[in-house]
């Protein structure tokens, strides 16, 4: 039980397009769903909050109009990232509260390239 | 302030042998602990967690953690190390009922040699 999947779990783009990521909690609702950021051999870096039903909550420094958070259903939420640019690249992990347990699950993550 | 601090940028370990690793954790209410591993390019796994009750947990792959609230410490130990045991292990500490983000640790990447 608690699985949160990805998609994709890689994506290559040009420069200037949007790339959409779903992050889908597969056994279990979660009402509450975290959005983060992983440069190369470094921690965790969140990104926003995703509640369903409202909108995100982002941490200071994220822009949202770039990371579009949609969490519309209480097992999906998406996060796009809108004209995306070369400093975009990164491995992007979200993450699903399983309000059973109290406890985060994550996703396997995304691994985004922008030429 | 919260936060995790893991002293530990690196450990090296032979097959076989002991592991712990250190966390230490700033947190104003009665924390939740977590222990997660993350291979190469992979998202997190859940090791263990630590809510209330026994201060000694046991989780996944072998692993157990100690929690000892008089040093503000969570460290995870392993009795004997296995070759997959390999990857990146991150501390986490959050509030009671999951809503809020959790805080990271830096992590400890472990490497194990035969």
């Known amino acids: 039980g608690a699985v949160v999947s990805q998609h994709p779990s890689r994506v290559i783009c040009k420069s200037g397009t949007s790339v959409k990521i779903e992050c889908r909690s597969l056994?279990?609702?979660?009402?509450?769903m975290f959005w983060y950021r992983q440069f190369p051999k470094q921690s965790l870096m969140l990104m926003a909050t995703?509640?369903?039903?409202?909108?995100?909550?982002?941490e200071q420094g994220v822009e949202k109009d770039k990371f579009l958070i949609n969490h519309a259903s209480l097992t999906l939420s998406t996060l796009t990232v809108t004209s995306a640019h070369p400093e975009d690249s990164s491995f992007y992990i979200c993450?699903?509260?399983?309000?059973?347990?109290?406890?985060?699950?994550f996703g396997p993550g995304t691994r985004l390239l922008v030429l | 302030a919260q936060s995790v601090t893991q002293p530990d940028i690196h450990i090296t370990v032979s097959e076989g042998a002991s592991l712990e690793l250190r966390c230490n954790y700033s947190?104003?209410?009665?924390?939740?602990l977590f222990w997660y591993v993350q291979s190469p390019g992979q998202g997190l796994q859940l090791l263990l967690k630590?809510?209330?009750?026994?201060?000694l947990v046991q989780g996944i792959k072998g692993f157990e953690a100690e929690f000892k609230r008089s040093q503000s410490s969570f460290n995870l130990r392993k009795p004997s190390v296995h070759w997959s045991d390999a990857a990146e292990y991150f501390c986490?500490?959050?509030?009671?009922?999951?809503?809020?983000?959790?805080?990271f640790g830096k992590g400890t990447r472990l490497s194990v040699i035969a």
């Open positions: 993450s699903a509260r399983d309000s059973n347990q109290e406890t985060q699950y």
């Open positions: 947190y104003g209410a009665t924390p939740y």
């Open positions: 995703s509640n369903e039903g409202s909108k995100a909550t982002y």
């Open positions: 630590y809510f209330s009750g026994d201060t």
């Open positions: 056994d279990f609702q979660a009402t509450t």
């Open positions: 986490a500490v959050g509030a009671a009922g999951g809503n809020t983000p959790l805080v």
